[in-house]
């Protein structure tokens, strides 16, 4: 994960997840919400292993947390979603005003196994 301002790059981030973890997060509608947008639960509900799809997008998420540094800890996950754009490559919205404001934007490249996402 890669943030940019202008040609500037601002901080690169990744994580690496357990998938069975979001097997037993995804029964779990509130924690859900803390985490992913309607979008993004919408988009991961339609794969037959959702929890790959939802530990891929955390895995994100997280990358998009490390790459920003401390002084943006305190944005919410959720103000950050992580939708496919074109041939399927995901697309970052920043939805915190703070970020917007920055004129940040972030390139992002997820994968995932059975058992792990990055």
Not at 42 to 53: N, S, T, V
Not at 75 to 87: C, F, M, T, V
């Given at each position: 994960?890669?943030?940019?301002?202008?040609?500037?790059?601002?901080?690169?981030?990744?994580?690496?997840?357990?998938?069975?973890?979001?097997?037993?997060?995804?029964?779990?509608?509130?924690?859900?919400?803390?985490?992913?947008?309607?979008?993004?639960?919408?988009?991961?509900?339609?794969?037959?292993?959702?929890?790959?799809?939802?530990?891929?997008?955390?895995?994100?998420?997280?990358?998009?947390?490390?790459?920003?540094?401390?002084?943006?800890?305190?944005?919410?996950?959720?103000?950050?979603?992580?939708?496919?754009?074109?041939?399927?490559?995901?697309?970052?919205?920043?939805?915190?005003?703070?970020?917007?404001?920055?004129?940040?934007?972030?390139?992002?490249?997820?994968?995932?196994?059975?058992?792990?996402a990055i």
């Amino acid at each position: 994960m890669v943030i940019k301002k202008g040609m500037e790059i601002c901080g690169i981030g990744v994580d690496i997840e357990e998938v069975a973890r979001f097997k037993s997060i995804s029964q779990k509608p509130r924690l859900l919400k803390k985490i992913f947008t309607n979008r993004e639960l919408a988009y991961c509900k339609r794969f037959l292993a959702p929890e790959q799809c939802l530990a891929a997008r955390f895995a994100g998420k997280e990358a998009i947390f490390k790459a920003l540094g401390k002084k943006y800890q305190m944005i919410r996950l959720n103000e950050i979603e992580i939708l496919s754009g074109q041939n399927s490559a995901p697309s970052v919205r920043l939805q915190n005003k703070m970020l917007k404001q920055k004129g940040l934007r972030c390139m992002l490249s997820l994968s995932h196994t059975r058992d792990k996402a990055i």
